[in-house]
C-alpha cells in the first residue's frame, strides 16, 4: 500500500510538472482545453474554438478573452480580435480593463487604425490623470519576454507618450509627435524615444536638432546595442543631406497638440483633485519650449 500510495504522488507530481513546463493551468475546463491546444498541441484554430467555449460558458472569460485575441493575431486575424474585444470584454472584471486596452492598442497598430489607437491612447493618459490607473496603484505588475517586472505611474505615462508620439509618426503628423516626444523625454529619458525624436526632427528637416538629439544618444551610450545601432544610422542619414537652417520653426501643429494633452492636466481638474504630480511636472513645457 505504501508503495502505491508513492506512485500516486510520483504521477502527481509528474502531472503538476507537466503543467509548470508547459505554463497549462490543471484541470478539465474549456479553458485548460483551449491553453492546452495553444501551448502543448500548437493547434491555434481548435484553441480559438476552444477559448470561444470558455467564454461562452464564463470560464476564467477575461483570461480566454486575452489568450484568444492573442492567438489570433498571430493567425493575423488582428481584425477579429478587435471585434471579440469590443464585444465582450463587458463580460470582464473591472481589474481586466486596462490589460484589455493594452491589448486593443496593440491590435490597433497592428491593423493600421492610427486614429482608434491615438483615442484610446488619450483615454489611457486621461485615466492615469484622475488616479484611475493601475486600479488606483501607483505601481504594478508588467510582463515582458516572460519576464515580470514592476512599473510605476511615472514610466507608464512616458512609455504611453511614446506610443503616441509614433502613432503621430504614422499619420505624418510630425510637430505633434516631436511634442509628445519630448514630453516623454522630461518624465523618463529613454534611448529609443530619443531615437524617434531624432527621426522625427528629420522628416521636418531639422537636422542640426536631430544630430543633437541623435549625437547625445551615442554619447550616453546604451545596454541596448540596436537603440546605439539606430541612433548611428540616423546620424548617417543626416550626413547625406544638406545642411538647413532650422531658425525658423512653426509652432502652430505643437501648439494644437498641446492643447489636446493640457486638457489632462487643465479642463479635467474642477471635477477631481487627484491631480499627479507628473503631469505638474508636464504643464510647465510651454514655457520651456517657447525659450
Known amino acids: 500500500m505504501e508503495g502505491?500510495?508513492?506512485?500516486?504522488?510520483?504521477?502527481?507530481?509528474?502531472?503538476?510538472?507537466?503543467h509548470v513546463i508547459h505554463k497549462v493551468p490543471p484541470g478539465d475546463s474549456p479553458y485548460v482545453r483551449a491553453k492546452h491546444l495553444q501551448l502543448v498541441e500548437k493547434d491555434a484554430d481548435a484553441a480559438i474554438l476552444w477559448f470561444w467555449k470558455a467564454i461562452n460558458s464564463r470560464d476564467r472569460v477575461d483570461s480566454a478573452l486575452k489568450d484568444m485575441a492573442v492567438v489570433m493575431k498571430q493567425q493575423d486575424r488582428a481584425e477579429d480580435a478587435v471585434e471579440a474585444i469590443r464585444s465582450f470584454r463587458h463580460l470582464c472584471p473591472k481589474q481586466a480593463q486596462e490589460s484589455l486596452d493594452n491589448l486593443l492598442i496593440d491590435l490597433y497598430k497592428k491593423c493600421g487604425r492610427v486614429e482608434e489607437q491615438i483615442e484610446l491612447l488619450k483615454q489611457k493618459l486621461h485615466m492615469i490623470y484622475l488616479g484611475e490607473a493601475f486600479n488606483g496603484k501607483t505601481t504594478k505588475t508588467a510582463r515582458s519576454h516572460g519576464k515580470k517586472f514592476q512599473i510605476n505611474i511615472k514610466q507608464e505615462t512616458a512609455r504611453i507618450l511614446g506610443n503616441l508620439g509614433w502613432a503621430y509618426m504614422q499619420q505624418n503628423?510630425?510637430?505633434?509627435?516631436?511634442?509628445?516626444?519630448?514630453?516623454?523625454?522630461?518624465?523618463e529619458p529613454d534611448g529609443n524615444k530619443a531615437c524617434n525624436l531624432g527621426l522625427?526632427?528629420?522628416?521636418?528637416?531639422?537636422?542640426?536638432?536631430?544630430?543633437?538629439?541623435l549625437e547625445d544618444v551615442i554619447l550616453a551610450g546604451s545596454d541596448d546595442w540596436k537603440t546605439i545601432k539606430k541612433a548611428e544610422?540616423?546620424?548617417h542619414e543626416i550626413d547625406l543631406r544638406p545642411a538647413t537652417s532650422t531658425l525658423e520653426i512653426d509652432f502652430g501643429t505643437e501648439e494644437e497638440i498641446m492643447g489636446r494633452i493640457d486638457l489632462l492636466m487643465s479642463d479635467w481638474s474642477p471635477f477631481r483633485s487627484r491631480r499627479l504630480p507628473i503631469f505638474e511636472e508636464l504643464s510647465t513645457f510651454r514655457d520651456q519650449i517657447a525659450c
Not at 6 to 16: A, L, P, Q
Not at 200 to 212: E, K, M, T
Request: proline share 0%; with cysteine.
Open 4 to 18: 502505491a500510495g508513492w506512485k500516486r504522488r510520483g504521477g502527481g507530481e509528474k502531472k503538476d510538472l507537466f
Open 173 to 187: 503628423n510630425y510637430g505633434a509627435a516631436e511634442v509628445v516626444y519630448r514630453k516623454a523625454q522630461m518624465i
Open 200 to 213: 522625427c526632427l528629420i522628416r521636418q528637416g531639422r537636422y542640426d536638432d536631430a544630430h543633437r538629439v
Open 233 to 235: 544610422e540616423l546620424m
